[in-house]
Nanobody
Framework: QVQLVESGGGLVQAGGSLRVSCAASERTFSDYAVGWFRQTPRKEREFVAIINWSGTMTNYADSVKGRFTISRDNAQNTVYLQMNNLKPEDTAVYYC?????????????????????WGQGTQVTVSA
């Protein structure tokens, strides 16, 4: 059982930056790909980014490509999402999740149902 805890959310002005973190309870965290998703009350959970177990492969949603960077430090059992040039439409609860699968038949794993463990989420609010 892997427990994930997100932190680092908050309120930021448009154009600003924020880094959210996902800390895991187990060393086996390094065996997992980790994804970031986000959700608002009006939308289904949306894929944001994924990183493979070693940090050598990443993939991003088109809406955040060039602005967000996912990275990981397996020695610290932590995955990060650096968010730059934030926009009001980035406002959401951000969740990290762990999966044994980086690739599925459709490519990088963007399907929430393929993730085994989820954090509780952290709120990111971007003001105009």
């Amino acid at each position: 059982q892997v427990q994930l805890v997100e932190s680092g959310g908050g309120l930021v002005q448009a154009g600003g930056s924020l880094r959210v973190s996902c800390a895991a309870s187990e060393r086996t965290f390094s065996d997992y790909a980790v994804g970031w998703f986000r959700q608002t009350p009006r939308k289904e959970r949306e894929f944001v980014a994924i990183i493979n177990w070693s940090g050598t492969m990443t993939n991003y949603a088109d809406s955040v490509k060039g602005r967000f960077t996912i990275s990981r430090d397996n020695a610290q059992n932590t995955v990060y999402l650096q968010m730059n040039n934030l926009k009001p439409e980035d406002t959401a609860v951000y969740y990290c999740a762990a999966s044994r699968i980086y690739y599925n038949l459709s490519g990088p794993n963007k399907e929430p149902s393929d993730y085994d463990y989820w954090g509780q989420g952290t709120q990111v609010t971007v003001s105009a």
